[in-house]
Nanobody, 114 residues
Framework: QVQLVESGGGSVQAGGSLRLSCAASGRVFDINDMGWYRQAPGKQREYVASVTSGGGTYYADSVRGRFTISRDNAKNTVYLQMNNLKPDDTAVYYC????????WGQGIQVTVSS
């Protein structure tokens, strides 16, 4: 089992920045990929970004160039630095880690006002 605790969400104006964190505990030695997804009201959950165990990073087109994902393996934590935020980035953001199973965080609200 892996437990995930997210932090760092909140409300900002367009153009602002936020940094999300997701700390993993439990069977952390099994973790491969770590990533972030988001779900806006009335929409399906969508992929945002991910980072492999080797440090390779991948982004959705909608956030590339504005968001940066990173991980600290010593702390079993994945981060999402979000810059130049737009109102369309408003959503509940979910951390996900992959072992032989998928584990999801509880979700954290990000609200961007125009």
């Amino acid at each position: 089992q892996v437990q995930l605790v997210e932090s760092g969400g909140g409300s900002v104006q367009a153009g602002g920045s936020l940094r999300l964190s997701c700390a993993a505990s439990g069977r952390v030695f099994d973790i491969n990929d770590m990533g972030w997804y988001r779900q806006a009201p009335g929409k399906q959950r969508e992929y945002v970004a991910s980072v492999t165990s080797g440090g390779g990073t991948y982004y959705a087109d909608s956030v590339r160039g504005r968001f940066t994902i990173s991980r600290d393996n010593a702390k079993n934590t994945v981060y999402l630095q979000m810059n130049n935020l737009k109102p369309d980035d408003t959503a509940v953001y979910y951390c996900r880690v992959v072992t032989t199973l998928y584990y999801w965080g509880q979700g954290i609200q990000v609200t961007v006002s125009s």
